[in-house]
């Protein structure tokens, strides 16, 4: 074992764990100019997200990009990658630490592998490749986006180390690699592990150990993939037939219900079920059935419900509100038993199916703990670091904090939400180190294409099942490949990893090729990867048009292949017409402002303006109201009993007493132009309303929700039916009164899962526990009656939620065509309700009425902010972020973040880590110099223009004028791309690079020539 030290320096972080969390918490630190070290005990980068094969709502394609991307050429100076590495020791104080780390032996030359695979091929037993593991299979599958996209070697299980060498094409394989051990120093520590997933082979009952079509959600999701030992079909490990039906089983090592299993809810399972079944019917909707076998259906996340719905309204998914206790196989039979019975039916009810999936909650590894307990960091009785206080990413021991999976069970926005926030913590605790200003490796000269004769290369992604299970990407490739001036046409795969950019960065290259196209995936996602590609490969990054045949083809025409595969040769031909006409351009770079707005000064905005303060940021904090602390300032305590009243306080004082932070309060927006890193936003302040403009550039938006008070069971007629808000403030200021109640009916999805307000309001269970449990602690003798539809106390609320239940709370639930009755009768409050259990109607006159009301957006106030920032809000009012799964906080137009309420319905704990994590995300674009404004601006030509003045008025930027020549300019650094001006230009005197004229008609002419075709 070598002893290695890496330079000393506290000025970085260390990132411990590749997966989700690991990876984003990386690229905010790298991206923001901090130095990050990223290790993991894994063989690749990339953690349980390599194993899934789609996530809801979106394709992993997406996910799976982050890992290539720690090491592509804008990140590598800021991030160095361990994989194969444990930290031995922690040592040190927040600052200030030194952490013994161990590298184990990989055997082969990461320089050297080309990750070919003939090395797996050859000696399977001895060749690792950690992600994409086949439950059934001793060996390895590989997937493309493996960072680094090498194996490694066990030599211990080799009998021919000679013959293993000689294997390797590239000469990478090294059999006298030893691994190292060093010390490293660091400011900052981050865990992010993950969590392992429950094993149900100790459960005879639900024969998963001798029945091989019981299978866990994950080795389900392997045999949909692609990659899978099935290659994409659906077939039964015990035949090899298709399944007819197939049965999901909820709960599986999560709320304490079987041997071993975790007392809370792993948060995650319902909606990896739903998606589970969604995809099963859309790939096979007329030959299989789906059931899912659940206690409660917890879809809370933001339109989660929706996807609910959908699957039982439009994909026809079964769900039966039972858990069976044991599955079974009778002799003779090839199909699995399943008894079971549902509440209001006695009968004991017998299926068949023929596969059953069993959907396995988290669980904190061994290694994991043994992690833990080397960083000396406290741990609950479930093994989950201790947070204190309100700061879910923070620990017992400063300086160290923790993301994902491994602070609690969690779904997989909320872990890059988290590790965003854990990015921000611990790049308080580091400095910009000083950097020696070394010349940095230059892309190649561009070549001059101009004049060039026309040669197309055309290179088509199948993305494994998400084109490739549609259209024939070969045959694609082959009509294509006959279109005139197309010198190359390739299939590549999964375009977006690196073995298959260096091919296309290669054919560029030695085929001279000078215009590309890609057909594939969304350019939301992929386009400035591929921009890359052609800068590398020495082309100028507008030479590229994209083909999205992913989403327009193979996704929207998944059971009508033929039309699918003749759209996509349409909107290649379209794109291949187009790049014809593409030409080099310059980007445009101007200086940034690093002034911040946020708007909103509850406690998602005042945090994110502390934090963005703390880096030495100037923060302009907006508030409509003239007090500070929005809707928590009703709030008393939190599930866990946290002082939300002392904590809104101090947080008020250190906002208003911050040097960095101008706090405006009675301000009204009223106007908003720029662009990203140089917004002007103007309001109206104060009673007089004086107009004040600022200059920012970053806008964050934590304006709140607002508290539901919908018309509904005597709410506002009645002195005794309140809302959960209003009981909470009612137990703390006058207990005495609670003291004398004998019965308290708490109804839930009171205003919410209803036609209005279809989304869950998330907060409502956990508002209704909290109530209740303060109820039987201040009166023992009251009886609280919960009436709900599914319980949603996800995570580490169930903890509480069975708590109540053995206080004696009663929890009843009801159907939702048939709920809760409420009437006065002499003078009182009498509930009646359809017990499912008893079968019968049950009557309570209720002291207290208390309905979960949840929360709902402040339509009017978003929906001005949404007109005056143009931004896209969701149907029910709230801010729609870029993207679900890779930026849960961005908002589609650059330089904006959404933090808090405005998002969607959230817990103040739950707030407080996103307005963290947008802090960090607007630190990403804050460190830059400069912020490129593209080259999509518009130019004039001076010999059409009549100096109308038309484009004048039209523009919303007030970015052309008349110049001392007598036609209308355009300053390109100025300009935003929108195009209005192009439009109405009556003369056609401007053009908008990237979308001239010519390109928009050389496409029609491909379309319509093909259908005349």
Known sequence: MQNTNLAQTSNRVLVVGGGLGGIRTALDLAEAEKDVILVDRAVNIGGLMTQLDRTFPTNNCDLCTLAPNLSESGRQEHITLMPMTEVRAVTGEQGNFIVTLETAPRHINLDKCTGCGICLASFPECVNFTPGLDHRAPTCMRYPQATPQAFSIDLAKCTDIEALVKCCPAGAIVPDDIGSRGNIACGAIVLSPGAALFDPSGLDYLGYSEQPDVVTSLEYERLLSA??????????????????????????????????????????????????????????????????FYMDMRTFGKDYELYYQRAKNEFGVRFIHSRPHSILRPEGSMRLHLSYTTDDASNLIDEEFDMVVLATGFKISEQARDLAQVCGIDLDADHYPVNPGLNQVATSRPGIYVAGTFQAPKDIPETMVQASAAACLAGRDVTVPDREEEPAEPPPLERNVVGEELRVGIFICDCGENIGSVIDVEALVDRVGRLPGVTVAQAVGHGCSRESMERMRTAIEEQQINRVVIGGCSPRTHEAKFQDLLRRAGLNKYLLEFANIRDQAAWVHANQPEKAARKAEELIRMAVGAVKEAQPLAEHRLPINRNVLVVGGGVSGMTAALELAHQGFKVYLVERDNVLGGLATKI???????????????????????????????????????????FKTGMQVGKQLFYRQIEHGITILATGAVANRPNRFLLGHHQDAITQLELQQLLEDQPEKAAGWDNVVMIQCVGSRDQQNPNCSRICCQAAVKNALRIVEQNPGARVFVLYRDMRTYGFQERY?????????????????????????????????????????????????????????????????????????????????????????????????????????????????????????????????????????????????????????????????????????????????????????????????????????????????????
């Open 227 to 292: 990659s899978g030992p099935t290659g994409g079909r659906l077939l039964r490990p015990s035949d090899g037939k298709p399944p007819k039906r197939v049965a999901w089983i909820q709960c599986i090592g999560s709320r304490g219900l079987q041997r071993g299993a975790a007392s809370y809810c792993s948060g995650a399972c319902c909606m990896f079920a739903l998606k589970e079944a969604i995809v099963t019917r859309e790939r096979f909707p007329d030959d299989i059935e789906t059931t899912i």
């Open 636 to 678: 008393r305590r939190t599930l866990e009993g946290e002082d939300v009243t002392a904590f809104v306080a101090d947080l008020i004082r250190q906002t208003t007493s911050h040097a960095n932070i101008e706090v405006i309060t009675g301000a009204i927006i009223v106007d908003h132009i720029g662009m990203p890193g140089l």
């Open 801 to 1013: 939620y069975q708590e109540a239940r053995a206080k004696g709370v009663i929890f009843a639930r009801y159907h939702e065509d048939r709920p809760p009755r409420v009437e006065e009768v002499d003078g009182k409050l009498e509930v009646r309700y359809d017990d499912i259990i008893l079968g019968r109607e049950v009557r309570v006159s209720a002291d207290c009425l208390c309905l979960s009301t949840g929360l709902v957006a402040d339509q009017d106030n978003t929906e001005e902010l949404a007109m005056i920032f143009k931004l896209p809000r969701t149907h029910d009012g709230y801010f729609l972020e870029d993207h679900i799964k890779l930026r849960p906080v961005d908002m589609p137009v650059p330089g904006f973040f959404v933090a808090g309420t405005a998002h969607a319905p959230k817990t103040i704990v739950e707030s407080l880590v996103q307005a963290r994590a947008v802090a960090s995300r607007a630190q990403t674009l804050l460190a830059r110099e400069y912020i490129s404004i593209g080259a999509a601006t518009a130019r004039v030509d001076a010999t059409r223009c009549a100096a109308c003045l038309i484009c004048v008025r039209a523009c919303p930027f007030d970015v052309p004028f008349i110049n001392a020549d007598g036609y209308s300019e355009i300053d390109p650094a100025t300009c935003h791309g929108c195009g209005i001006c192009v439009a109405e230009c009556p003369a056609k005197a401007i053009q908008l690079a990237q979308f001239e004229d010519d390109r928009i008609l050389m496409k029609l002419e491909q379309l319509f020539e093909e259908v005349e075709g």
